[in-house]
């Protein structure tokens, strides 16, 4: 199993900025998809960021601009670096990674999810 750690989270006032860390526990060459995913009290999960190990990057709309998603291969770690945030910004964020086999997803790894809170 690959496990998925979250640090970085907590309270900042709106138009801050937070970065968030995701450190495996292997390799991420070996994790084709990571990224970053967000859950608001009484809302569906959804994709903020995400990226490839060919460096292909994806952002929900509403974070487009202001979020960036990077990977550290040295460090197996993933970054989401969070600037000019919004109080809708407030959720549970949960680290995501895909494993795949040649052309076939195998597995979804997620972290435990950590809390970031905009409010002044």
């Known amino acids: 199993q690959v496990q998925l750690v979250e640090s970085g989270g907590g309270l900042v006032q709106p138009g801050g900025s937070l970065s968030l860390s995701c450190a495996a526990s292997?390799?991420?060459?070996?994790?084709?998809?990571m990224g970053w995913y967000r859950q608001a009290p009484g809302k569906q999960r959804e994709l903020v960021a995400s990226?490839?190990?060919?460096?292909?990057?994806n952002y929900a709309d509403s974070v487009k601009g202001r979020f960036t998603i990077s990977r550290d291969y040295a460090k197996n770690t993933i970054y989401l670096q969070m600037n000019s945030l919004k109080p809708e910004d407030t959720a549970v964020y949960y680290c995501?990674?895909?494993?795949?086999?040649?052309?076939?997803?195998?597995?979804?790894?997620w972290g435990q999810g950590i809390q970031v809170t905009v409010s002044s």
């Open positions: 995501n990674a895909e494993k795949w086999g040649f052309s076939i997803k195998m597995s979804d790894y």
């Open positions: 990226s490839s190990r060919t460096s292909s990057t």
């Open positions: 292997e390799s991420i060459s070996s994790l084709r998809v």
